[in-house]
């Protein structure tokens, strides 16, 4: 009842839950043989990382460490604010630790950029990004992200994570919602 109603709000499934699971299990296989025999930290930045982080880490055939950051830049609208805010900070030090980030979407770059330079000042061992979209035509800096699972259209989509407003985040699949929802 819920789910259709969600459903209703949007315009098109742009990737489905099928779709994400495989591209998931193909970058778990690449992760876990460049990280073979080192210790592997991911941070996920909450809240929309929450879904890739989960399912990410479990097609992950390898020990790993896993902690948090919660950074916004988007409040409620549709658009990056540019001004990134540390919601909460890791929990653990990271200096020589190898760490993979781990991220639901690079849409401007703005926030992973100003992320990586927060986490680069902390002294890592090595710092990777894992994103499971980017979005190359919005890219407003140049960030270098090693997995990338797929390169999107510029659009705002929701699902898997992603959030309009705090909802959506709940939808297995990633979709464009219908123009009356936000306009
Ligand atoms: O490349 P950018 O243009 O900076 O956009 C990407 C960031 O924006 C979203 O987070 P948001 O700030 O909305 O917080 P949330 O994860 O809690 O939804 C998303 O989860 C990324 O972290
Ligand atoms: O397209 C998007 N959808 C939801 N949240 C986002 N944060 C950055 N880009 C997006
Ligand atoms: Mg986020």
Known sequence: MQQADVAGD??????????IAGRLAELAEQIAA?????????VGVLKGAVMVMADLSRALR????????????????????GVVRILKDLDRDISGRHVLVVEDIIDSG???SWLLANLRSRQ??????AALLRKPEAAKVDVDVRYVGF??????????????????RNL????????????
């Open 10 to 19: 949007l315009e098109k499934v742009l990737v489905t839950e099928e779709q």
């Open 34 to 42: 460049d990280y073979e025999g080192r210790d592997l930290l991911l």
């Open 62 to 81: 390898i020990h790993v460490d896993m902690d948090w950051m919660a950074v916004s830049s988007y409040g409620s609208g549709t658009k990056s604010s």
């Open 110 to 112: 703005l926030t992973l």
């Open 124 to 129: 890592p061992a090595s710092l990777e990004v």
């Open 151 to 168: 390169d999107i259209p510029e659009e705002f989509v929701v699902g898997y994570g992603l959030d309009y407003a705090e909802k959506y």
């Open 172 to 183: 297995p699949f990633v979709g464009t919602l219908a123009p009356h929802v936000y306009r």
